[in-house]
């Protein structure tokens, strides 16, 4: 588990998450012990494996320095540094068999950027880059509900033009191949967005569904793939649609993450599909505004471990 920024809430989420987890499902903490709470738990291990050698109410700590301590809720550029170089550690630690997946705490691309020249829009891009520049696709997922994203951390303004034919089909095909891996589904069902109002209206409110999006499902229907769409996204989420599909994949990012955050805003899991390794995230922020005060929620953090471990086992 990387640290994340330290001035938000993840030090306290991961001693949260180990306190109600224990030894149930092992994990080391890659950061500097300077950052966790005060009167926290934790021991230095000298490896990931170590981690199950260590009392169930305590952090297994393995020690990252950073030059600053922090302040709750004020983010350090100094530092900025040095949670960029904690992901790369991460990755490299699966990448050489000594983890089993990566799990990653909130970071602020903005304070990344500035005081680190961090050249990425998120964690996803920047991950794709340190697996050798990978096709990857982010999903968020829940109990309830998988979702897709087809293009990310773009202005609203550009989705049309970047989103072709050619983004689509790989975006459905990384999918479809990680719930085949990742979650053991053999035969997925797909649901598909249209990017308009009401799928386009035949071509009334658009025809991005008729010129990009409907040619692509056709072939991949062809192929024997399960996959309904374009559909219209309004109608995509309630419970009876959801039954339908064991994904739903979406033109832009607010269509996607709007439905899961609010069917289950504290469980949901980032999850990044088509790395040569596994690495889950929780589906929030640095949540600065609450940082340092105890309060917390460590349950999108619990299920992002709990969805990592599981991925690691359908992987075997």
Known sequence: MTCGDPSGIGPEIAV??????????????????????????????GSVAEAREVPEAVLPVLLHDFPFASVPGVPESGNAQAIVEVI???????????????????????ALKSGAGFGFPGHTEYLAELAGRVPVVMMLACDALRV????IHI????????????????????TRAALQRDFGIAAPRIAVAGLNPHAGEAGGMGREEIE???????TLRGEGWAIDGPLPADTMFHAGAREGYDVAVCMYHDQALIPIKTIDFAGGVNVTLGLPFVRTSPDHGTAYGIAGQGVADPSSLIAALRMAAQMVEARG
């Not at 897709?148 to 293009?151: N, Y």
């Open 88 to 110: 790369a550690r991460a990755v490299g630690l699966v990448q050489e068999g000594a983890a089993s997946g990566v799990v990653t705490c909130p970071i602020n691309k903005a």
């Open 212 to 218: 990009v999006i409907m040619p692509v499902l056709e």
């Open 155 to 174: 202005p609203l303004a550009e989705v049309p033009r970047a989103l072709t034919a050619e983004r689509l089909a790989q975006c459905l095909r990384i």
């Open 148 to 151: 897709v994203p087809a293009t």
């Open 16 to 45: 949260k998450a180990r306190a109600l987890l224990g030894a149930a499902l092992p994990f080391a903490w890659l950061g500097d012990p300077q950052h966790l709470p005060v009167g926290a738990e934790w021991v230095a291990v």
